[in-house]
């Protein structure tokens, strides 16, 4: 597909495609190997994850192959590689369960990057691409999971620095962040107004992390409570007032790994499903032959190329500078759907061993279900897409 030109959307660059062969490599060899403990360890109701004795080779492979800060900036020792070639490496990494990410987190890193003033550059963006310091972000609150507009945190003016109040919800990476991004509300007007961000240090007094939640797909997210949590003017991120849209900056950054993510679990399902329908014989028939299983190969190798080819539009786009709140959304939607379709198809071909623990179906399929949750439910994306179509056109 490199080779070809779909509709004006550009192919890797040969520097990108190798970056990318790269990485096939490292998955197959260095993550797909760790399976089956990773799987073990979850069937057993311990914490879904890698030891730090499987962790730090990893991390020391990823240095010496140059797989370390791949979109961060040069001038941070990073690769800086486009979108585009991002999102063929998060293709490839969704091909495995074994839960690997190369630092530092992306997303977070886009917002810091588009909006950290050179004192926080300083103090959190540079540590943080060199993969020394870990984020998380906090937007979702009890009240208003789906709707980041509507949240309710405040943060009020005292002196020279703010104080907050409220709750958090749904927040990822806790325990192991440095520090977190958060949102809250400053102002008033209407409600994608008066949205502040602020950098929160871990420690910080007022700071309290409420619980623990296991999500289904082997994740934990934590529910955060902030009383009279004092912050000061530096710990602003950006303009004040304006942190809605470096927030949906980094929300589409996310949008579009997740549907790379998705598109490499298919591809994983389907290749699985290929492999036991040509071996597996039922009634003297080979599953390869029966029209059922025909299709939905057919229907997966289809909506696997429409789906890389919605990423790679997309990947264009915003690093052409475009906004893609709409492409975003309709590759949000369509991914995670996809994906849970070709997933169920994988596992019913496979019969009562889909069904088991053992294979890395069941965990691809509930963290698929997550994701439709995710980043904005499907019906708000829905909704959002209808809304803008409607205004618009497309």
Not at 36 to 50: D, F, H, I, N, T
Not at 129 to 155: F, K, L, N, V, Y
């Amino acid at each position: 597909m490199d080779g070809f030109d779909f509709g004006g959307i550009p192919a890797l660059a040969e520097e990108h495609r190798m970056v990318r062969d790269l990485v096939v490599k490292f998955v197959e060899r260095d993550l797909m190997p760790l399976e089956a403990a990773v799987l073990k360890r979850e069937s057993e109701g311990q914490r879904y994850g890698l030891t730090p004795e499987e962790e730090a080779p990893l991390l020391k492979t990823c240095k010496e192959l140059g797989l370390w800060g791949l979109d961060v900036p040069e001038e941070f020792g990073g690769a800086d590689l486009p979108l585009a070639a991002l999102m063929a490496i998060e293709e490839e990494m969704g091909r495995t369960v074994t839960p690997f990410l190369f630092p530092p987190d992306s997303p977070n890193l886009h917002m810091l990057k588009a909006v950290a003033n050179e004192d926080q550059r300083k103090r959190y963006l540079d540590p943080y691409a060199r993969g020394e310091m870990r984020s998380s972000i906090a937007i979702s609150e009890p009240g208003a999971g789906g709707d980041p507009a509507g949240m309710t945190t405040r943060a009020v003016k005292d002196g020279d620095g703010w104080v907050i109040n409220g709750r958090k919800i749904w927040v990822s990476g806790v325990p192991r962040a440095d520090f977190i991004i958060l949102m809250a509300r400053t102002g008033e007007g209407k409600r994608q107004e008066g949205v502040t961000a602020f950098i929160v240090d871990r420690g910080t007094p007022g700071f309290i992390i409420e619980r623990e939640i296991p999500m289904i797909g082997g994740r934990r997210t934590y529910e955060l409570v902030f009383e009279d949590c004092r912050v000061p003017d530096a710990q602003v991120l950006g303009r004040l007032g304006e942190g809605y849209a470096p927030m949906q900056l980094r929300l589409n950054v996310r949008r579009l790994q997740m549907g790379a993510r998705c598109t490499g679990m298919a591809r994983r399902a389907l290749a699985m499903m290929c492999e036991q329908a040509k071996n597996r014989v039922t009634f003297g028939v080979k599953l390869a032959d029966r029209q059922a299983i025909q299709w939905w190969i057919a229907e997966a190798a289809t909506k696997i190329h429409i789906c890389r080819l919605m990423v790679r539009d997309a990947a264009a786009k915003m690093g052409a500078g475009e906004d893609v709140r709409t492409e975003a959304s309709m590759l949000k939607v369509f991914a995670t759907e996809m994906a849970q379709e070709v997933l169920d198809h994988a596992m019913q071909t496979f019969g009562a061993m889909g069904m088991t623990k053992e294979l890395p179906l069941q965990l691809m399929a509930n963290q698929v279900r997550v994701q439709r949750i995710y980043e904005g439910p499907s019906e708000v994306h829905r909704m959002a897409i209808a809304r803008r179509v409607l205004k618009n056109g497309i």
